[in-house]
């Protein structure tokens, strides 16, 4: 082999080389830029593609993924916890402040000088709206009063099986590549995560329900998704905030109870920044395989 063949043969390893190099250089910093748009824009939900990358980069962006994924549910969880403290703390206030005024009105009620007298309508009147409000401070303890969970090995497509048979009228679109695949969660919390963000679509006209699973070995993430109508970015940062509703009957715990119950799981719950394709809105339930 000649000198100048050689000369060539380098010559054209070490331009490749620098090429390959250039453009690694310009994908990490492409992958810099989007890292921090998400961050700008609090988007922990954003992940970046592993897949074709050479051994260090792909371990890097798996940890810089798993990282995004633990800040989304340690803001989740916080967020969870702040609104638990509120919410105890104002219907402990509500109900000391309600107990004695139930207790008076009953009292004049049943006394001889308020009976037949046109006093007795008033008091009537407030003794059964303190009742209706100690009803209603009562039913929103729940946030603040979930139940243990039961975690276990769970096949999700049991799970998926039961929630289908209670909306009988959608069209569902299931794709679980592994039909077998089971999760570490709570089987009647998980289904009760799903009636809710279902029975929330079903409400804004949904007509079908997408359901698909992506799962690295670490975490397994179930995406659900509807064609109802889409939410408007100002309702969307307010859905998980207890109390929070569009609906004239709605009491706004669904979804802020789906998120704790997740949260329990050491899973998580959020609103996916963008939909699957084809539908307007979906959810991100994030769960630990087996």
Request: with cysteine; net charge neutral; aromatic share 6%.
């Amino acid at each position: 082999m000649s000198l100048y063949l050689v000369i060539f043969i380098l010559s054209v390893i070490i331009i490749a080389l620098l090429v390959w190099q250039w453009r690694h250089q310009r994908m990490l910093s492409l992958r810099v830029r989007l890292i921090r748009e998400a961050l700008r824009n609090k988007d922990f939900m954003f992940r970046l593609p592993t897949k074709r990358m050479l051994p260090g980069d792909r371990d890097l962006h798996v940890a810089l993924n798993e990282m995004f994924g633990e800040i989304n549910r340690l803001l989740a969880r916080n967020e969870v916890e702040s609104w638990q403290r509120l919410t105890r703390v104002l219907t402990h206030e509500i109900m000391n402040a309600m107990t004695p005024i139930s207790s008076i009105t009953q009292v004049y009620i049943d006394s001889s000088l308020v009976k037949g007298t046109p006093l007795e309508e008033g008091m009537r009147a407030i003794y059964d709206t303190s009742l209706s409000l100690g009803t209603f401070v009562d039913s929103y303890r729940k946030l603040t009063q979930l139940q243990s969970p039961h975690i276990e090995e769970v096949a999700l497509i049991d799970v998926l099986s039961t929630v289908r048979m209670l909306y009988p009228q959608l069209e569902w679109h299931v794709d679980l590549e592994n039909k077998q695949m089971r999760v570490l969660a709570d089987s009647g919390l998980m289904r009760q995560v799903l009636v809710n963000i279902v029975k929330n679509a079903v409400e804004a006209g949904a007509c079908n329900i997408d359901l698909r699973i992506d799962a690295d070995g670490k975490m397994a993430q179930m995406l659900v998704s509807n064609d109802a109508t889409p939410i408007p970015p100002e309702v969307a940062r307010e859905i998980f905030v207890p109390f929070f509703t569009t609906k004239a009957s709605g009491s706004g715990i669904g979804l802020p109870l789906a998120r704790q119950m997740m949260l329990a799981q050491e899973g998580s719950l959020s609103l996916a920044d963008t939909p699957v394709a084809g539908y307007h809105t979906t959810f991100a339930v994030t769960m630990k395989p087996v």
